[in-house]
């Protein structure tokens, strides 16, 4: 089964987290590009990171759990054509902590802020996972300052995920326990071992948190709530009402494993078993249903990698960079 935003998010729930952010270990900053931080509201500003390149700008939202820097090995791929920048979402990371605004249509209207704040008339949007909804925001609300947009793995129906779970606490999934890792290469070893690929190293320094004598692994880096309110903020998505270019890469997978997982599993209560397994034919002929009709539109492009995980550029990143390249 396919290591999910969701799955990856329920882990961020069972840890506990500082309220505010607090500068990530190792003190280096990447050389690969420059950090800016962007107000997008209130007490409210995002890290953006800022690759350089000359072209019109292509800007990168991680998924639900990561940061910006998610992308130091994908991003530099693309300056030779565009000024390239990554976005970490508000409450993950060096970006603000604020206690509220992780619904999809505050999260969508942060990246329109931000573009505001680095004078971006239009962008493409690359967004992995969660990101999906921010790029269905912003296609839907704001058309005229998107030039195409890119999902990598990111139009799984979390609105209709979130619907399902709004009656209980979050279920729990197969996942790899993080706590008790002795070092930061150990947790980097795990997390490549379940993604296909390692993260970037300033990913790790910037989204997790190590004991300063020992190195040991003690949580994420991460607004406590954030996680769930993400989740459970989720909004349906509309995707044939995104009239710009848009591009579709993914694994061809999606969250009916997740789903019947749950209906099998002796782990959960009885009653979400019960809902799982009357849920996932529902689940599985949505899934079938939105992927004709993605294919059947005129301004998308489908790409499926099959095999590929959840992280496609960590495990396919050639066929990723052709991909896009060619949609730019």
């Known amino acids: 089964m396919r290591i999910s935003w969701l799955r990856l998010s329920w882990v961020l729930l069972l840890s506990a987290c500082a309220t505010t952010p607090s500068s990530p270990p190792g003190g280096t900053e990447d050389p690969l590009h420059q950090v800016k931080r962007v107000r997008v509201a209130p007490e409210v500003e995002l890290e953006v990171l800022d690759y350089g390149g000359k072209g019109p700008a292509l800007v990168f939202l991680p998924g639900l759990g990561s940061t910006a820097h998610v992308f130091d090995v994908l991003a530099p791929e693309f300056t030779a054509t565009h000024h390239v920048y990554a976005f970490t979402r508000r409450g993950f990371g060096a970006s603000s902590w604020p206690a ?4 999809s249509a505050t999260l969508g209207h942060d990246v329109l802020a931000a573009m505001e704040g680095l ?3 239009k962008a493409t949007l690359a967004g992995h996972s969660l990101a999906g909804d921010e790029l269905n925001w912003m296609g839907l609300n704001h058309p ?6 890119i999902f990598l793995d990111a139009t799984d129906n979390k609105g209709e995920i979130a619907a399902f779970l709004k009656p209980g606490p979050l279920p729990p999934l197969p996942f790899t ?3 008790g890792q002795p070092s930061r290469e150990a947790v980097t070893a795990l997390l490549a071992r379940d993604l296909g690929g390692p993260f970037p190293p300033h990913e790790i320094d910037h989204a997790y948190e190590f004991d300063a004598a020992t190195g040991a692994y003690l949580r994420y880096h991460r607004q406590p709530e954030a996680t769930e309110q993400a989740i459970r903020g989720s909004a349906l998505p509309d995707y044939a009402k995104i009239q710009c270019p848009v591009l ?8 009916a494993g997740w789903v019947e997982f749950l209906s099998q599993s002796e782990g959960v209560p009885a009653d979400l078993r019960e809902r799982a397994r009357a849920f996932l034919p529902e689940l599985r002929q949505h899934e ?4 004709a009709l993605l294919r059947s539109l005129p301004n998308w492009k489908v790409v499926t990698l099959p095999g590929a995980g959840h992280y496609l550029w960590l495990t396919r990143q050639a066929e990723v960079v052709s991909a896009m390249r060619a949609f730019l």
């Not at 509220?100 to 619904?103: I, L, V």
């Not at 005229?144 to 947009?149: D, F, S, T």
């Open 119 to 121: 004078g971006l008339a």
């Open 144 to 149: 005229e300052r998107v030039e195409g947009l």
């Open 288 to 291: 079938a249903a939105q992927d």
């Open 177 to 179: 326990v993080l706590d």
């Open 100 to 103: 509220t605004g992780y619904d």
């Open 248 to 255: 579709a890469i993914s694994d061809e997978q999606a969250f």
